[in-house]
């Protein structure tokens, strides 16, 4: 059961909810609190001799050998040659393809796979002892974020959206410790960014002036590398 499932009590009436005793989901949801406990100590324990890494996202329905495919695991690749663990969220597409890139290079292939419905199954370049298999989505969230020395995304759908507006709001909000969010695929994301950049900011005022310069977008796996080393020699110097 995940989480976010309501009570049944919720489901019914008003008169009839006011006289439920709440005993029963008190102690469903006392259970899953240690689940949940459960699932980051996988996660952490998994991740704690893993090299810096870096997340990646993008579509799950882009096949095999089309250019977005191509492209993520050229990325998957390099990273892996500059000595970056690949962490994806453990599916098909554009996350196979970073993964295979990264375990083809010899490099840290991890997949942190979540349980849906439709159940999605791993896929077959994540490294055998680097795959952690999630039910609850702010846990890999955390997850993600926590070793992510930069997100990049690629073109995607909501899950691909939601992350890369996850990390943008808790850079921005100071909750988490900068680093770079590269948006793959400029012709993709470039109505995005200029919405959020001239009307979010500019004419509203809701984004303070100067706060997206972590964000970056570019077109080659060759430039999402060159802006991490510059992001992270910039802040050395």
Request: one cysteine or more; a negative charge.
């Amino acid at each position: 059961m995940d989480i976010y499932c309501r009570s049944s009590g919720r489901r019914k009436g008003l008169q009839e909810h006011a006289s439920i005793k709440p005993e029963s989901d008190f102690m469903a949801d006392g259970w899953r609190v240690f689940k949940i406990m459960a699932e980051f100590v996988s996660g952490f324990e998994m991740m704690s001799e893993a090299a810096p890494a870096v997340s990646v996202f993008g579509s799950t329905r882009v096949s095999a050998g089309s250019p977005e495919y191509m492209l993520a695991e050229k990325l998957g690749r390099l990273l892996a040659t500059e000595g970056f663990s690949v962490i994806t969220g453990g599916g098909p597409g554009v996350m196979e393809a970073a993964n295979k890139g990264a375990q083809n290079a010899g490099g840290e292939s991890i997949g942190f796979h979540i349980q849906l419905p439709n159940q999605q199954q791993p896929n077959h370049y994540i490294d055998h002892d680097k795959l952690v298999t999630f039910q609850y989505f702010f846990v890999r969230k955390v997850m993600f974020i926590k070793y992510a020395q930069a997100f990049i995304a690629l073109p995607g759908g909501f899950g691909t959206l939601d992350e890369v507006m996850e990390a943008i709001t808790i850079i921005y909000t100071g909750k988490s410790e900068r680093f770079p969010v590269i948006l793959l695929g400029k012709s993709y994301w470039e109505g995005l960014y200029r919405w959020i950049e001239d009307t979010m900011q500019k004419e509203r005022g809701y984004i303070s002036p100067g706060a997206l310069d972590f964000i970056f977008l570019e077109d080659s796996a060759e430039d999402v590398i060159a802006v991490i080393n510059r992001f992270y020699n910039e802040s050395v110097s």
